[in-house]
């Protein structure tokens, strides 16, 4: 690992949401060590991808309002293009895609049970939260990839993923419905939790928590601070 | 109402399943005078596609196995495509979709109710059925529809489905398990009737049953053969 890529900075907890009173030096990290290798990079990244459809395929089944159905299948439609264009990848390779994303399937499940709300509000901005963050990490690992597939991933996860029509719709409803706004700010609080647990368990951890805390944190600080914007979006408090 | 178009045939009770003692000769049939207008055909067209996404997209995240999950997922995003292809449509017309499609809302959602199997394999076949025979009506419909609306409508109804994986998905779950075939050709036939109820709502009938039955029978009596195909293609009697 190249050491002029890293600087010493001390081991936080995980996740934090609020600014610290400390200022930080802005960091680049290498992930090179931590890097998942490239078949279960995509095994993953792919099987969220299609749990992010079937979350999203659901809301707009639970949605009545046909002008809430649209953005939010649009969006499913979406997560379901990047997941088949992570198994084309795959494909492309020779490795079987059901192969490489069965051994995320119990994980990946339990992570899905965990985001359905009490209501397909709640639900939709869970596929808001984890949606967001999770192609955002997925895209900073591709960086990391080997060969040429890495720009490929990371263009296929940035493409449009129909977050804006989801936020007008959140809008809408956090618009109509004074109490709804503080029960999603909780709701999505809760969220960021599990997520950021998701994206752990993509890395090659040492298992010494001191340098595992210093190589992760940047990374999830850069994620939860787009996760705040995602929030400031809605006007609510992450 | 052109008259050689028809010749004058006896009224039949609908749904027919089973083949007839007597022959009939084959009529083509102007349904000129039972056509919908047009903004109801896209509505409804557009909410039936969007319901068989909902239908397909649900079926595919309770199937367990990744393997199935894939080409129902994939229908699912084909049924997406063609839903958007008719939003689009009205849109490009000046028509609000929403509003086409609100007057099928109450008669859609119950249908679709009706669909939900005792598990995610009869739910599938209810797809199938429901989406072939759905598709090849609206088809055949779009034949009546002013100007060039007609063509491309019948494009985009005719293209992909995915109908071949979900094939593949139920061949495979039929052959794992002795019982399930008569089960889902039992199913099939029930979800017929239904469905045939959902095309004959979309025509403007005159009330008079004979007249009704001798425009409608010859149509019906296609989407059944179809129909029929799509069965005998998994080893089931229709």
Partial sequence: MSTWFIRRRPAVELPRLTPRARPVATVRVDLHEAMPDLVPYLGQAAYLQLEQFETLSRVAAEAEDLRAKE???AAAGHALSK?????AEL???GDDPAAAMQPFAAEIEGFS???????WRETLLSALVTGGLLDDFFIRLAGGLPGDVGPRIAHLLGSESGQEGVLEVLRAEIGADPLLGSRLAMWGRRLVGDTLLVARSALHLS???ATDEERIEPIFTELIAAHTRRMDALGLTA
Same sequence: chains 1, 2.
């Fill in 207 to 209: 298992g010494n928590r």
């Fill in 71 to 73: 953005p939010i299948s």
């Fill in 91 to 93: 494909r492309r390779r």
């Fill in 113 to 119: 049970a965990l985001l359905v709300g009490a209501d």
């Fill in 83 to 87: 997941h088949q264009g992570i198994v």
